[in-house]
């Protein structure tokens, strides 16, 4: 048997309703007995019943998050992110992977889901600004990501536009003319997206720097996949088509560790021959040979805001203020794959 509530209140040397309180977050706490109380907590490991606190309080202390892929570097990260935040806040977290497709989207949102959380993050990509409707739900709902703005919800996003530009312009300094960019997305380039928002500025950066935009420079990837053979298969078509490129920023991180491997192949060095930046700061490209240079978008500051902003709403009474939307800062990420040493300098 684990440790119980008793174990805790004795070990802190408080009472079991304090010992409740700090576990509901509830705010009048003297910040002294509240760290107290968190440190007992830790010390025994103990893991609050959320059965019988449900029955109690009308919640579960879980919380959904809904992504894509979990096989994306970036959203299982952004879920271990996630999973620290609410255990910080004494929460659980139910994972559900929607593979991007549109009608397990609306399913994550479906009125008969969310009752079994307290609330839920969601992060969809095949929903659209069309769908906005969908996201009126009873239950607290925040939105990640960059598909729906201006809905009914608290939206936490990242700043794709200025980062990107911020990107483009890191390979500018450098004296880069000839800049590819590897995971543009087919189709309607008006659509809101991360590709495109992201594509967006790149654009900017190239205008600002009066270098005129070459087409054959912006690569797709095979099905919009943004993976490490997106990235490979991308350069790999562009030498092929005898493109002429000294710099490649990458729309992920992901993609910009097959366009290291490609490079390789191809005889090409990093980065004395091409530059390369990606997008998301995902833990590998700290370890990749050359190590790569990248965008960090705060993702660890997103899952936090956004676990921070569900748990007010779980919490909220009465009539629900406006919803708001969050972009933490970014920061350029200096590495070997454009020209420097160490790692994790910031830009």
Do not use: C
Request: proline residues 5%.
């Amino acid at each position: 048997m684990g440790p119980t509530l008793h174990d805790v209140a004795r070990l802190a040397g408080v009472s079991i309703k304090t010992v409740s309180n700090v576990i509901n977050d509830y705010p009048h706490v003297r910040p002294a007995t509240r760290e107290r109380v968190t440190e007992a907590i830790r010390t025994l490991d103990y893991r609050p019943n959320l059965s019988a606190r449900g029955l109690r309080s009308g919640r579960t202390g879980v919380i959904g998050l809904a992504v894509p892929s979990l096989r994306e570097n970036y959203f299982a990260e952004l879920a271990d992110s996630v999973i620290r935040a609410a255990d910080k806040r004494g929460l659980g977290v139910m994972v559900e992977q929607t593979g991007g497709q549109r009608d397990a989207e609306l399913r994550a949102v479906s009125t008969s889901r969310p009752r079994f959380l307290d609330g839920l993050l969601f992060s969809p990509v095949s929903l659209g600004q069309a769908d906005v409707d969908a996201l009126t739900l009873d239950a607290p709902l925040v939105l990640l990501g960059e598909r729906i703005f201006g809905g009914p919800t608290d939206h936490v996003t990242m700043h794709n536009m200025s980062a990107a530009q911020a990107a483009v312009e890191h390979l500018i300094e450098l004296g880069r003319r000839r800049i590819a960019l590897v995971g543009a997305e087919p189709g309607d380039r008006d659509e809101v997206n991360s590709a495109n928002l992201r594509l967006g500025g790149y654009l900017r950066a190239l205008e600002e720097a009066g270098i005129p935009v070459d087409p054959t420079l912006i690569r797709p990837t095979t099905m919009s996949k943004w993976n490490r053979a997106g990235g490979a298969a991308a350069i790999h078509r562009m030498i092929e088509d005898g493109v002429d490129f000294d710099a490649v920023f990458t729309l992920n991180d992901t993609l910009g560790l097959g366009v290291l491997r490609a490079l390789g192949a191809e005889g090409l060095r990093v980065p004395e021959d091409v530059a390369v930046i990606g997008f998301d700061n995902i833990d590998e490209s700290s370890y990749s040979v050359p190590s790569m240079s990248t965008v960090d978008t705060g993702r660890d500051e997103i899952a936090t805001i956004a676990v921070d902003r569900l748990i007010e709403r779980i919490a909220e009474k009465g009539e629900r203020r406006p919803p708001e939307t969050f972009k933490p800062g970014f920061r350029i990420v200096r590495r070997e794959s454009t020209g420097f040493s160490g790692t994790d300098d910031d830009g």
